[in-house]
């Protein structure tokens, strides 16, 4: 049986706990942001040391992600390879930012901003794995 599935606080409170342990594996201080499908800011934290800026730039890569249900770093590499038109956007092209999709359904994003765009990336896709991870596990 499908369930329609809306994120929640405590499912952003379980995608951050995630990012955090991640980003602590390599002593990464970053910000973490996670939204809904309306690309409203759901939590946020920001780890000790994180650059301040961070946190809004967190907060944009899920935006990004959430309203093009793509990730942020698509638009930088579109950029990167010479489409300097898409600068336009109301987007932050900047890799970090990953939609969440539950079911074939967008229904948030995750955001990371602080280290390398790579390592950014990382975090946000572990912890979407362990968030997929706890929802399989529930449907069973």
Do not use: H
Request: charged content about 20%.
């Amino acid at each position: 049986m499908k369930k329609n599935y809306q994120i929640e606080y405590q499912d952003a409170k379980l995608i951050i706990d995630a990012a955090i342990e991640e980003a602590n594996k390599y002593q990464w201080a970053v910000s973490i942001a996670v939204c809904d499908l309306t690309g409203c800011l759901i939590a946020l934290s920001r780890l000790n040391n994180a650059p301040a800026m961070s946190a809004k730039i967190a907060e944009q890569k899920a935006f990004t992600s959430v309203i093009s249900g793509k990730s942020s770093g698509s638009y930088e590499n579109m950029i990167n390879d010479g489409r300097f038109a898409a600068l336009s956007m109301p987007i932050t092209p900047l890799q970090g930012g990953v939609p969440i999709i539950v079911e074939e359904s967008l229904i948030g994003a995750i955001g990371v901003s602080g280290v390398k765009p790579d390592q950014d990336e990382q975090i946000a896709q572990a912890a979407l794995t362990r968030f997929y991870q706890l929802i399989k596990n529930q449907n069973k």
